[in-house]
């Protein structure tokens, strides 16, 4: 079972930038592809990107493409996912996930981290 831990979260202006970090333990991430979501107060988890295991392919969620960069380490077992020109609307709890298969859909993730909180000022 691999272990998640998100970092990088905090506060920052609209229009800032974040970068956030998902480092694993307990098994290697090769074994993975990674996926960040999001969880606003109120609202539903919902999918931010994803990145096959070799690095070589993203998806991205509409609302975030253009501003929002994942990519991994492997040798690092970290993901990242850069953030950039943000929005009030991206405030949420970023939680990193993941999976066996491609998907965008939160059941189809499992060993999920802790999450950190991501707050964007107007």
């Known amino acids: 079972q691999v272990q998640l831990v998100e970092s990088g979260g905090g506060l920052v202006q609209a229009g800032g930038s974040l970068r956030l970090s998902c480092a694993a333990s307990g098994r290697t991430l090769t074994s993975y592809e990674v996926g960040w979501f999001r969880q606003a107060p109120g609202k539903e988890r919902e999918f931010v990107a994803i990145?096959?295991?070799?690095?070589?392919?993203?998806y991205y969620a509409d609302s975030v493409k253009g501003r929002f960069t994942i990519s991994r380490d492997n040798a690092k077992n970290t993901v990242y996912l850069q953030m950039n020109t943000l929005k009030p609307e991206d405030t949420a709890v970023y939680y990193c996930?993941?999976?066996?298969?491609?998907?965008?859909?939160?059941?189809?993730?499992?060993?999920w981290g802790q999450g950190t909180q991501v707050t964007v000022s107007s």
């Open positions: 996930a993941v999976t066996t298969r491609w998907g965008i859909r939160p059941e189809d993730f499992g060993s």
């Open positions: 990145v096959s295991w070799s690095g070589s392919s993203t």
